[in-house]
């Protein structure tokens, strides 16, 4: 018989409680709310997600470390109740980690986790994962393959009876807008239409919490938009607290409520995608959110002035070394204006932009500048370049790369 393709999702599928099951207090309330969503809500071709209820989870100094190897340190965070929290940054900064935590398939070595104000994993207690009203979904959807979609959503429902585990799974089909695919496997199926199975299959339980990891990264790129805003509709409809691991910070600010930048096993900020794209605690987290040119900068006379002249406001004392990052969008070149004198030594149509590098005077290597494709005239070499100042951010230079 074949196997799942990941060994761990076997267990996940089964974690996922029926509503039906209480007995550990953490249950998801959720017929009596079940026909709240307005019906303007639902879609055409599906019915509205059942309803959960929304739980806070809580890490509360959550450290974890295999051998001498310390992979997360330190983390304090809540996802709230009904939030889409996404766990953001480059690989091996301990998003999947801290999921896993989450989930129970990981015991951290210290701090705890805190459901709904009760302990779920700390030193006076260890809920495990069939018991936590947690709903995981996997990077590659980890469906059986020898199980028909309707099979495949059923499996979640262990705690509930035959009957009513068949009627719940095609209640969940129907919600993703796949009732009509029960019968058919998964390899019938195409990767937009295998994830909302799994979807189904994750949201059917009930989960007050359901958490994904990379859950849209085995799709096409046109496929993931559509994908994104159906799991979208579906997470808002449900009122689950979700936790989204992934490292793009499209992605991020398309899907979260909040932000976790993590780096190195370490919370580097938290927030909403604005506040992290137009405050970023770091060169770092600028740098996650935009392209950027980075350049020195020194203090005068309560400005930053850099080889493109004065670019921000600083109340630092003067000769402070700056870190300068000016995002690409904010490198205006021009024919004539205030500037500093530039040359385009490259140059790139990129259908609605143009993207240029340029070498500035006065600077060792040269920037880059995406302008609206045609406002600099083809063939034009010399230029005047200045610096709109809604996209510079600025940084002591000691503190800049936290
Ligand atoms: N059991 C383990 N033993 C040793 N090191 C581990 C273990 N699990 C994870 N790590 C290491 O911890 C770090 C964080 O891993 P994790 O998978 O949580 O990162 P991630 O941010 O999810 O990365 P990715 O985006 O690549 O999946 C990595 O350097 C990884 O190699």
Redesign the pocket.
């Given at each position: 018989m074949p196997s799942p393709r990941r060994r761990v999702s076997q267990s996940a599928e089964g974690w996922a409680r029926a509503p039906a099951d209480q007995s550990d207090g953490l249950s998801n309330v959720h017929d009596r709310t079940r026909d709240a969503v307005a019906p303007s809500q639902k879609s055409a071709s599906r019915t509205s997600a059942g309803v959960s209820f929304a739980a806070r989870l809580a890490f509360e100094n959550v450290s974890h470390a295999?051998g001498d190897?310390q992979?997360l340190n330190d983390i304090n965070l809540a996802a709230e109740p009904g939030e889409i929290l996404c766990l953001l940054?480059p690989?091996?900064?301990?998003?999947?980690?801290l999921l896993r935590i989450a989930a129970g398939i990981e015991r951290q070595t210290a701090g705890r986790l805190v459901l709904n104000g009760r302990e779920i994993a700390g030193e006076t207690a260890f809920v495990p994962p069939e018991k936590r009203g947690i709903g995981l979904m996997f990077q590659d959807f980890a469906l059986f393959p020898h199980m028909t979609i309707a099979e495949n959503v059923r499996f979640g429902l262990t705690a509930m009876a035959g009957d009513a585990a068949r009627k719940e799974a095609m209640a969940a089909l129907e919600r993703v807008g796949l009732s009509g695919s029960a019968g058919l496997y998964p390899h019938t199926l195409s990767g937009g239409e295998q994830q909302r199975v799994a979807l189904a299959r994750a949201m059917s339980p009930r989960p007050s919490v359901l958490l994904m990891d990379e859950p849209f990264s085995g799709l096409d790129s046109r496929l993931k938009d559509v994908v994104r805003t159906d799991t979208l509709q579906i997470l808002r409809e449900s009122r689950a607290t979700a936790i989204i691991?992934t490292?793009d910070a499209e992605e991020a600010m398309r899907m979260g409520d909040r932000i976790a930048l993590?780096r190195d096993?370490r919370l580097v900020q938290l927030g909403t995608a604005a506040e992290l794209y137009s405050r970023p605690a770091s060169l770092f987290a600028a740098g996650f959110f935009s392209e950027l040119n980075v350049i020195d900068g020194e203090v005068r006379g309560g400005r930053v002035v850099t080889a493109l002249g004065p670019v921000a406001d600083t109340a630092l004392p003067d000769g402070t070394a700056m870190t300068v990052a000016l995002r690409l969008t904010g490198l205006r070149l021009q024919e004539r204006d205030d500037g500093v004198f530039g040359r385009i030594v490259a140059r790139r149509f990129l259908g609605s932009v143009d993207l240029m590098t340029v070498a500035i005077e006065g600077l060792d290597y040269p920037l880059r500048s995406r302008m609206r494709a045609g406002i600099v005239e083809q063939g034009r070499r010399d230029v005047v370049v200045s610096v709109d100042p809604q996209d510079v951010i600025v940084f002591e230079k000691s503190a800049d790369d936290r």
């Open positions: 295999v190897t992979i940054g690989s091996g900064s301990g998003k999947t980690t691991v490292h993590l096993g």
